[in-house]
């Protein structure tokens, strides 16, 4: 039997995207000030957190 262990970078992808399918973006922007979780490429995230938002949705 084969064990499929992710690394930590996977995990952390699968639950932000858990997060993003699940939460407003405003509630996942103030989870990770929260939670000290800042790093990576903000421009990747945002554009996937915020895809089809507006002004006015926000």
């Known amino acids: 039997m ?17 997060l993003i399918e699940n939460l407003d973006p405003s509630k996942i922007s103030r989870f990770w000030t929260i939670c ?3 790093s990576g490429d903000y ?3 945002k554009d996937k957190l915020f895809a089809g938002e507006t002004v006015d949705s926000l």
Do not use: A, P, R, T
């Open 36 to 38: 000290n979780l800042g």
């Open 2 to 18: 084969k064990i499929n262990l992710n690394n930590d970078q996977q995990i952390i992808e699968e639950v932000f995207n858990i």
């Open 43 to 45: 421009s990747q995230l």
